[in-house]
């Protein structure tokens, strides 16, 4: 079971964990409890239903996008929680993120937006 998000979670303690595979029957978290993950994740909206986490990234141009789709791809599928990528105007990259066994969030969604922030960070100049 994950230990409840409070004001101690951080970016790096998110990076640490690996997602666990969810097949239903845990609870959703509830807006507060979102609402303290996402302290740990500044970069990520919480949809008004706290249904999924957002974050909008532009590049330069379509090349760069798609690059980034495939490292958040390849970052993904280590996980086993695969987040929702939404190409538009061929440079603007939107992605979702909620536990789709559960229809809503769970802790894995956090650490995944904790680790697609790092691997956008690492790749800043």
Known sequence: MPEPANSSTTADRL????????E???????RDSAQAYLQATPHWCL??????ISRAINR???VQVIE??????DLAEQEQHHPD???TGYRNLAIDLTTHA???????????AAKIDRLIDEEAP
């Open 15 to 22: 990076c640490s964990k690996q997602c666990v595979p969810c």
């Open 24 to 30: 239903g029957g845990v609870p959703k978290l509830d």
């Open 47 to 52: 949809s008004e239903d706290t249904q999924r």
């Open 60 to 62: 330069k141009n379509f």
């Open 68 to 73: 980034l789709v495939n490292r958040i791809a």
């Open 85 to 87: 990528l939404h190409v």
């Open 102 to 112: 559960i229809s809503g969030l769970s802790e894995n969604d956090f650490i995944l």
